[in-house]
């Protein structure tokens, strides 16, 4: 299988909250998890990557935690403020529809997240 | 570097026309993977190109087709048009591909096309 499920699909927090995100994927090959920031008109941009090798990895207020065993990988946003708000996209690395090592990536569906001053 | 360019940045087509929209990625990238992005279904992968070879497909219907020159820049087809093709189109750019070492890919701005 090929499903990333992302939730929540929105998310409201106050200024200086944390803000975490998380996401579960069905390929037990994939080992590759990219997370995008998207502004309203603009393109995603990754904002912080993680491989299955790696259980976590931080990045100043931006962290990422991988589970393997469960599947399931989280962003966390601490010290929110005005302009983290965007939709965020999880992805993971799966599996093309012929197998073999041609990965491709599927995305989640996104979080509307809106820090509140 | 420069980043990811598309082109056109929008787009306005009737039913049953055809479009085709161009990518060229990050100098030096040698994998372009396109998507399609609607509000409901988040971004959904088209296909990727790599060494102007196909490498992966996603699963849409024959009539959306695309290409990869010697320069890496690519380009997507889209025949016999339909109201549901309204979408934002991104495409993507990485060294290797996912298919390869599953590296970071970089998205262009995307082109807007909407179907009248």
């Known amino acids: 299988g090929e499903n990333v499920e992302q939730h929540p699909s929105t998310l409201s927090v106050q200024e200086g909250d944390s803000a975490v995100i998380k996401c579960t994927y069905s390929?037990?090959?994939?080992?590759?998890f990219p997370w995008y920031k998207q502004e309203l008109g603009k393109r995603p941009q990754l904002i912080i990557d993680i491989r299955s090798n790696v259980g976590e990895k931080k990045d100043q207020r931006i962290a990422v935690t991988l589970n393997k065993t469960a599947k399931h990988f989280s962003l966390h946003i601490t010290e929110t403020q005005p302009e983290d708000s965007a939709v965020y996209f999880c992805a993971a690395s799966t599996r093309g529809r012929s197998g073999g090592s041609n990965y491709k990536l599927t995305f989640g569906k996104g979080t509307l997240l809106t820090v509140n001053p | 570097k420069a980043g990811v360019t598309q082109t056109p940045r929008y787009l306005i087509k009737t039913r049953g026309q055809q479009v085709t929209l161009s990518c060229s990625p990050i100098s030096g990238h040698r994998s372009v993977s396109w998507y399609q992005q609607t509000p409901g279904q988040g971004l959904q992968f088209l296909f990727e190109y790599f060494s102007e070879t196909q490498r992966n497909k996603g699963n849409f219907p024959g009539r959306f087709s695309g290409r990869q020159f010697s320069n890496s820049r690519s380009e997507m087809n889209v025949s016999t048009l339909e109201l549901g093709d309204s979408a934002l189109y991104l495409c993507a750019s990485s060294l290797y591909g996912s298919g390869a070492g599953n590296q970071p890919q970089h998205f262009g701005d995307g082109t807007r096309l909407s179907i009248l």
């Open positions: 390929d037990s090959a994939s080992n590759y």
